[in-house]
Structure formats: structure tokens, C-alpha cells
């Protein structure tokens, strides 16, 4: 009898494992359903803004303002005299003008603005005066984006004195300026005045006793009858003046004053 009960427990256990192994076979058969990946949802693009960046003043044509100032003037002719030229960075009139710019705006303002062009001078009327008379020498100013090629320094002897135009009797001929607008900025001011210009050119103001002073100056390109508008900005300040020019010949000047 014990033998048979125990033949009938092993026969239950049998058969709840096959049951069981059966139940895992089948549920590892089932296809499962992967689950879905979230597709990323599209960032919208940024939107740009507008730059704050101040742009010149479009002309008629669309394309950007550039200020071309004519080229420096190279030529230190006398007239119809005789002359010799004395092109020389080294020549003693020429070492004796720089000296005297230096005595005048300092040796580093002159070493960083100035440049020297050319030079000339008479030739003697006799052959017995060996020394070469009224010298002239050039130079070439510069200030940020400005140059001018109107210092002229005149070398002159009396009684044994040396003189020099630059000097000036009434005040000294020559520029000391330390800061300038650009030239952008000083075509963004005229163009704001008289719209689309031409002539641009470099206007030299001697001052007695105040300093002298360097200006932009340019004419409009829409004269009305004889008349056109010219407007001259202050290199130093950006202050700007507009005046009338009238039409005399094939040039335009300052129009008279009335009567």
C-alpha cells in the first residue's frame, strides 16, 4: 500500500511540471508587440533679427559710398622759371624744412603724419651764386583716413636769416590734428545733406590764432539751373555746412556775395 501511494504522489508531480513546462513554452512562443519610439518632435528655426550694426546710407545705385579723394600732388614746379630738381630726402633744404616742422607740432607728430614728396628750387642767375635760390618743399599730411599734399614749405634768405612758409607770418602753415571721423562716416554726413556727390576733396582752413583746421568738401551731382549745393564736414567734429556754388565757366565757385 505505501508503495502505491507513493508511485501516485510522483505521478502528480510529473505531471504539474509538464503542465508547467508547457505553460512556459507557449508563453515564450507569443508574439509580442514591440512598443512604439517616439519620433522627436521638429524644433521650429530660430528667426534672426535684424543687426543693430549702422549701415552708410545707400546711394541711388545701390552700391556702398567710397570716398575717392584724388591722389597726392607729387609736383613742386616753380612755374616758368628755371629750376633744379632736389628731390632728396637728404638735401640740407629739405633736412632744414623738416627741422622746422619739428620745432613746430614735435618730432613723433611729425615722424607719425608727415611725409616728405619732393622739392625744387632756382637755379642761380649767375653761375657765381652757387647757392640754389627759394627752395619749395612738399609734404604729405596724414590723419586717419585723410591725407593732403598742401604743406608746402617755402625756404627763403634775407640778411642772412633763413625763413620758412610753413612758419607762417601770421600763424604757423601746418596741421596738428590728433583725431579724425573716418571716411565713411564723414560720406554718410554729406550724402545725408545733398544725396549723391562728386569732387571730393580735402579743404585746409589755416587758423590765427586757433588751429587750423582739415574738412571734407563735395558737390552735388543734381545742380538746379546754375546753382548747386556743396556741403563741407569737419573732419574733427562731423559738423556740417552747406552752401550755394554757382556756375562761372565750365567751374563751379562760391557764389558771390550780394551787394
Known amino acids: 500500500m505505501k508503495q502505491k501511494g507513493f508511485v501516485n504522489i510522483l505521478l502528480i508531480i510529473i505531471v504539474v511540471a509538464l503542465v508547467g513546462a508547457g505553460a512556459y513554452f507557449v508563453s515564450t512562443k507569443q508574439i509580442t508587440t514591440p512598443n512604439p519610439t517616439p519620433s522627436p518632435t521638429p524644433k521650429p528655426s530660430p528667426t534672426l533679427k535684424p543687426s543693430s550694426t ?17 591722389r597726392p600732388n607729387t609736383d613742386c614746379t616753380i612755374g616758368d622759371k628755371e629750376e633744379i630738381n632736389i628731390t632728396d630726402p ?3 633744404f629739405v633736412l632744414d624744412s623738416k627741422n622746422e616742422l619739428i620745432s613746430l607740432v614735435g618730432k613723433e607728430y ?3 603724419h608727415y611725409k616728405f614728396l619732393c622739392a625744387v628750387a632756382e637755379v642761380p642767375p649767375s653761375r657765381l651764386m652757387a647757392r640754389l635760390e627759394y627752395p619749395r618743399v612738399r609734404w604729405l599730411y596724414t590723419v586717419g583716413d585723410f591725407s593732403t599734399d598742401g604743406i608746402l614749405d617755402e625756404v627763403t634768405s634775407s640778411n642772412g636769416r633763413i625763413g620758412h612758409s610753413v612758419a607762417g607770418f601770421y600763424g604757423p602753415r601746418t596741421l596738428k590734428i590728433e583725431k579724425v571721423i573716418s571716411s565713411a562716416k564723414a560720406s554718410e554726413i554729406i550724402y545725408s545733406s545733398i544725396g ?6 580735402i579743404q585746409i582752413q589755416w587758423g590765427n590764432p586757433e588751429p587750423s583746421r582739415m574738412y571734407l568738401l563735395a558737390r552735388s551731382t543734381r545742380p538746379t539751373g546754375n546753382l548747386v549745393d556743396v556741403a563741407r564736414v569737419n573732419l574733427e567734429t562731423g559738423e556740417l555746412t552747406k552752401t550755394k556754388y554757382c556756375s562761372v565757366g565750365e567751374s563751379w565757385q562760391p557764389c558771390p556775395l550780394p551787394q
Open 54 to 70: 549702422l549701415t552708410p546710407s545707400p546711394v541711388s545705385n545701390g552700391e556702398k559710398i567710397i570716398l575717392n579723394l584724388p
Open 90 to 92: 637728404n638735401h640740407p
Open 110 to 112: 611729425v615722424s607719425q
Open 196 to 201: 549723391d556727390f562728386t569732387e571730393p576733396s
